[in-house]
């Protein structure tokens, strides 16, 4: 059950700080999850962003889809970045140089930018406890360069540096868990969202900015031209991730997990796997791997949910 | 309004190349890329706005009589409206040429 | 009443910082640059300096967290050497091109493999296209003077670009040298605060960091080398304003002793001081030879360089990096070009000595000397000559 008592659509603020005009493809489920993210991230923010589809979809020189302060340097220091931006900020507010705001620091960037380039960037500013918020938008693999595998590629996917053929069954690794190793470093707010779920991802979004030290919002980001699907089945292949319990939506605050959708029996996997073309040449006996993980996996982590 | 680029001299540029027009990529059609668009049948609309918060551009605006439609300007025609809207209000037709 | 200390260059650096009263230090470490970063550490936790220090994860953190530092508008400083350099190489670009005004001091060490802790000048010369104002430095006075200067000329509305100062890793970093402090009161007028125009604020919103298909990338770059090479304008009035301010002159080329000398001898960093009580000898000795010093190093100072060997016959580089596979001296194969087109110039030779650190004496500048007086007169079959490598070096 969606949880409408914090947001309905007419509380959203309507107006966009990620304005249209921007050259995301059509039906792009991570153009969609930054609009809604920006709306829960307000007017008063900076963002960091790394390269990959979102920066360069909004910012062909001269023009700029953002109405919010923002920056792109280079792939792999997003987090950095936007450690260098918290201080500069709080340090400029301490000697008076500017006035005294709640500034929320955003870093923003793609599996590729997170999990793997942009990893060690991302660990040495969540240890720093700098006070920013890390979206990683994840379409499951380096789509702006053409489908190129990332470790956040699900296993069994087809992408042009694990395509599938005579030896070799596509991605041949899990999915890195990137929530996991955030809450590793023991930062007071982890969440996974999906803007298939907008109020939900909205709400997660607004809590960590709110959240004093570092957050980290992971987010689904459905891909039609990475994961070859229709464009207009972007929300509901969103909602199928869910509901397969391939994508649990889940809080970690101070350590303690906590399930935010659970449902009394998960679809199987083959309701979103077969929807995709990435992954259609897996055989039966895959498809079970996949099916048997992804149970284990959301089984134990509503073990872990259910803790005290 | 931003020229094109192609009629940018080197002096026109910011420092750094930096844009202080913020959000004047709005001025670029998109809707010269859809194959598909949607069509309405408002007597259907509950004005719940989710077309509004699914839309990927965020093209969606409200018209007087309060109900959703897409901006043709900014409209890729993914569907995703028509396929979420739940009164089946929006159906996708072929764009003419 | 301006006090003169003796003081670890290194850490004579931290208070050139303190005093220019930086916002924001990111580092990490790395010798032969860790007492810079060190003292700066110490002065932040005793309220000294009153920054954010961020202690990054490598270098390459260290450059993109001044990157961020510096387009919120807070004024920045990293350090670093070799490894370092080499790691952060992309951002440099970025920053220049972004033109954030980071203030960055350069324990100049060799590079890899074999690993070399030592000074020499390969790191600084593979960042040379980097678009970066680069100054070099001969001894403390001269680092702590600069790094003052670097701020005031990096923030200068005409300027915005990073600036690197470069010192000798050991060879100057680790020396304890006599350094004149300016008080306080006069480098803050010297020094006030010079808002970033662009910062990164909800009042203003801007986009930085567009990317630039084919038909708008060249005159993106474009604008990029006019304002480098502008910003001569401004370090040049910077010095002078420096000069005025605290009676120490800096140009960019400097010329010892080179009046009437039709020998002369170029070099760049804390070597050059060695090379001056060689020059004192050989003069004493009746014979004309004199000692050019580049201390401007980008934007290259083509005119001030050309004057400093008019009348000149015969022109000695002494080059501390090697280009491998190439003209050899880095230094070397810029000056050369920048005379080319002259119609009279100096026979120009090139060596390329002490490479990792290894000294190079007084006798071994004399030797160079007379070894390149006697190539520009014979010609060699070499582009270069190294010197002082054992089975190369004919006399060794």
Known sequence: MQNYNVYVPRLVPKKDTFVPGHR???????ALAVRLACKALGS?????????????VSSPLPTTSWKVPWIHTLFENTAAVAS??????????????????????VAMAGDGGTSDIGLQALSGAMERGHNFLYICFDNEAYMNTGIQRSSATPFGAATTTSPAGKQSIGQMSWKKNMPAIAAAHNIPYVATACPS??????????????????????????CPTGWRCPTDLTVRMGRLAVETGIFPLYEVENGKYKLNFDFPELRPVTDYLKLQGRFRHLSDDLLAKIQKRVTADYAALKEKASDD | MTKPEGEYTWKDLEVGAIVTEPGNAAQYKTGDWRSQKPTYDFAKCIKCGLCQIYCPEGCVVQNDEGCFEADMFYCKGCGICARECPTRVITMVEEEE | MVKKVGIEVSVAIGEAVRLANADVVAAYPITPQTHIVEHLAELVADGDLDAAYIPVESEHSAMSACLGSAAAGARTFTATAGQGLELMHEVLYVASSMRLPVVMAVANRALSSPLSVWGDHSDVMAVRDTGWIQIFTENGQEVVDNVLCAFKIAEDRKVLLPVMIHLDGFHLSHVIEPIVFPEQEAVDKFLPINNFPFALHPAKPVTMGDFAPPIIYPEAKWAQEVNLRASKEVILR??????????????????YKTEG???????????????????DKLQGEGRKVGLVRLRLWRPFPFEELRQAVKGAETLIVVDRALSFGGPGGPVCSEVRSALYGQDKKPKVVSFVAGLGGRDITPAGFETIINRGIAIAQKGSANE????????????L
Not at chain 1, 85 to 105: F, N, T
């Open chain 1, 24 to 30: 995301a493809c059509i039906g792009c489920g991570e």
């Open chain 1, 44 to 56: 008063n923010v900076v963002i960091a962003n790394a390269t990959g589809c979102m920066e360069i």
């Open chain 1, 84 to 105: 260098g931006i918290e201080s500069g900020l709080k340090m400029l507010m301490k000697k008076g140089r500017i006035a005294r705001e709640d500034i929320k620091v």
């Open chain 1, 197 to 222: 779920y907008p109020f939900d991802m909205m709400e997660k979004v607004k809590k960590g900015i709110d959240t004093p030290g570092p957050a980290y919002v992971h987010i689904l980001s459905v």
């Open chain 3, 238 to 255: 910077t010095w002078q304003e420096f000069g005025q301010a605290f009676g120490r002159h800096y140009s960019p080329v400097e010329s």
């Open chain 3, 261 to 279: 000398a039709r020998v002369l001898l170029l070099t760049m960093g804390s070597f050059s001081e060695t090379a001056m009580t060689v020059i």
């Open chain 3, 384 to 395: 270069f000559e190294i010197f002082g490598v054992r089975g190369a070096d004919a006399e």
